[in-house]
Structure formats: C-alpha cells, structure tokens
C-alpha cells in the first residue's frame, strides 16, 4: 500500500513511476520482506519465491500465477491492520521476519507436497474453497513450525475475537500475519466482502486501526489517472 501511494504521488508531481526499487528507497522502505513487498508490487499474483533469510537480497521467483475474476467471484482479503500498543517492540517485524526464516528448517515436509497438489492446483482451476483449506492446513504446519522452533505466535484476546468476527461473517483462512500485526481473512465475491468488512469495522470501531479489503485480481502495478 505504502508503494501505491508512493507511485500516485509520483504521478502528481511528474516524477518517474516504474522504477520499483526508486520508489522505495523515496519512501525508505527498509521493513524486512521490503524486497518480496517490491517483487509482489512489480508483477502481482500469486508468487512461490525462494528467499535466502539475508535483508536485502531480492527473492528468486519460482512460480507466478495471474489472478483475474469478475466481482461475483472475486477473491479479496478483508483485514484489520491493527495500531501497535504502547508495549509493542519497536523491531517487531524485524524479529518476526527472523522468526519465520529460521522456523524454515522446522517446517513440516508434507508442506510441500500440500502446496505442489492441492494449493497450486487449487488456484491455478480457480477453486476458491480448495484454495482456503489448503492455506488453512498451512498456515496450521507454519504455526507448528515456529512453535518447535521456540519463537511461538501468541494471540491477544482482542486478536482472537478479531479473527473469529472474520469466520462469522464468512472469512475463511483466517490469521494474522506472520511479519506484524493485521489480522485477515479470505473471502469470495464483492458482497460477501462487503459483509465482512462492515462486520469488522462494527466489532473493532475506528480506534483499533484501519479496515480495508482488498481485492487479488492484479497483474501487477498499474497506474490510472482520473
């Protein structure tokens, strides 16, 4: 998000807008994941990358698949993207990010077999619901792994009831993410989205953070003016 509004920015004050790495570095894009956050901006879909733990190193992009629907059947993600306490780490994602790489030699195989048949396949045939249980069953192996890695993720009563508002209102995969702090889930079609959104918005009122969804039909960056 922050990339888009760097761009648009760009834009208004005829400054270049496809340089990627240029636009971060106006912004000072230095989170960790910055170069995955790029490489997702600059071609969209969904990506299989491989990254080597380094900060800094652009991530290798194995598979890509494009993700188009119309607005009947779209895919979107409603999220809460939560203000930090006043106890929150300062290196919050930092350490996250740490966390998720080095969990990585504690991963379950199977979730590679789970991705390459059920995952993958799922998107690529556009099957919305085996899609969301393949991600649920790896998210699940994911949180398994930084558990016995020791750095488990521990949610808040206020997260948990959070993600729960999400499945009522008819989110599926549900989590929160595993650099920082917002909360989200999936859903299908741009009414079941609306629901869900304005069910978040009247559970955590507009002191908790911002309640966005988001559409996945993208092919990469694009810029319209109107």
């Keep these: 998000m922050l990339l888009a509004v760097a761009r648009a920015l760009a834009q208004l004050n005829g400054l270049p807008t496809h340089d990627i790495s240029a636009l971060g570095q106006a912004i000072d894009l ?5 170069e995955l956050e790029m490489a997702g901006f600059q071609v969209g879909g969904l990506l299989l990358v491989e990254i080597n733990g380094e900060h800094g190193s652009y991530p290798n992009i194995m598979r890509r698949h494009e993700l188009r629907h119309d607005d009947l059947n779209s895919w979107a993600i409603p999220m809460l993207q939560a ?4 106890n929150t780490p300062p290196d919050l994602e930092r350490n996250n ?3 998720l790489v080095e969990a990585g030699a504690h991963l379950n195989l199977e979730s590679g077999y789970l991705f390459d048949k059920y995952l993958w396949p799922a998107v690529v045939s556009d099957d919305y619901p085996g899609f969301t249980h393949a991600l649920s069953m790896l998210q699940t192996l994911t949180l398994r792994a930084l558990q016995d ?18 499945r009522e209102a008819g989110a599926s995969a549900t989590a929160q993410s595993l650099f920082g702090l917002t909360l989200f889930g999936f859903t299908q079609g741009n009414k079941n989205t609306a629901k869900a959104k304005r069910s978040l918005m009247a559970h955590v009122g507009h002191e908790a953070g911002s309640t966005i ?5 993208n092919s990469g960056a694009s810029l319209t003016t109107i």
């Design 30 to 34: 230095q989170l960790p994941g910055a």
């Design 83 to 86: 203000l930090p306490e006043s």
């Design 97 to 99: 990010y740490r966390n």
């Design 149 to 166: 890695a020791g750095t488990p993720t521990v949610l808040s009563e206020f997260e948990q009831s959070v993600l729960s508002n999400l």
């Design 213 to 217: 969804a988001t559409l996945t039909n």
